[in-house]
């Protein structure tokens, strides 16, 4: 899951799935709405329609840009350990950041980790 928004002025993208940030330009930050992985190497061509007021070679460019991130797994990686809801998560060593594994709440990991001995 990702989540957009705009800050200063620069536009970002949050990889909840991944903990990454990364900055986008203003075409990659509209693109991104019309996205759903899994993306494929090759501009979709209905995005190329839905976008056909900008110039092709940005939209090439912004979408390659948006694959190489998706790519390195930081736009649209898999949320944690959502198979098992926080049975154990940290004890297990499936979750590395309190909260992070998108499906238990940082209270939730906390008590996890009393649990566990490791808080």
Do not use: N
Not at 22 to 32: D, G, P
Not at 33 to 38: E, N, T, W
Not at 43 to 53: G, H, I, Q, V, W
Not at 88 to 96: H, I, N, S
């Amino acid at each position: 899951m990702i989540h957009v928004y705009r800050l200063g002025g620069e536009r970002f993208v949050f990889d909840r799935g991944s903990g990454s940030v990364s900055t986008v330009t203003a075409l990659q930050y509209k693109m991104l709405s019309y996205l759903k992985p899994p993306l494929t190497p090759d501009l979709p061509t209905s995005l190329r329609y839905d976008l056909a007021k900008y110039d092709s070679g940005m939209v090439e460019d912004a979408y390659e840009g948006l694959y190489a991130l998706y790519e390195e797994g930081k736009l649209f990686s898999p949320d944690g350990c959502a198979e098992e809801p926080c049975s154990g998560c940290w004890a297990k060593g499936r979750c590395t950041l309190e909260g992070a594994c998108g499906s238990c709440s940082a209270e939730q990991h906390k008590l996890e980790l009393s649990l566990a001995g490791k808080a």
